[in-house]
């Protein structure tokens, strides 16, 4: 019998999770939309994206179907860009993209983040 490692299960976790929120809100689904879909509540999609729950193996399945990806893509196993992607690929792919996604990242508090995104977010408006 074999010994679980527990710090990479919980990295397994993290990353299912990470997966879901991304493609979640790719599609522009909410929490609750997701849960509606798996037959969960949100707070369960949210331990899910945080992956502080571990997802079984039939609301995988779900998952991976509710958002239009495989389960291989969800696991980290499969990883053929979705259509969609590219359009992220080819945001990061302008100068500074990278460099702004790192420093969003390392702001710690949670409303300096939300003001950068607001910020950025009122100059992206295009003039009508």
Known sequence: MQVREVGRSAG??????????????????SQSDLAVRLGV??????K???????????TLVAA?????????????EDSA???DDQDVF??????GALEIL????AIPDPRG??????????MAVKPS
């Open 41 to 46: 509540s949100f707070q369960q999609v949210q």
């Open 12 to 29: 397994v976790e993290l990353a299912i999770g990470a997966r879901l929120r991304a493609r979640r809100r790719q599609l522009g689904l």
């Open 90 to 95: 080819r945001a990061l792919a302008r100068p």
């Open 113 to 122: 983040r939300a003001a950068l995104l607001a910020l950025a977010q009122e």
């Open 81 to 83: 860009p979705l259509e």
């Open 48 to 58: 899910y994206e945080r992956g502080s729950n571990r997802v079984a193996a039939s």
């Open 102 to 105: 790192q420093a969003f990242s």
């Open 64 to 76: 991976a179907a509710a958002l239009d990806v495989t389960v291989s893509w969800l696991v980290g």
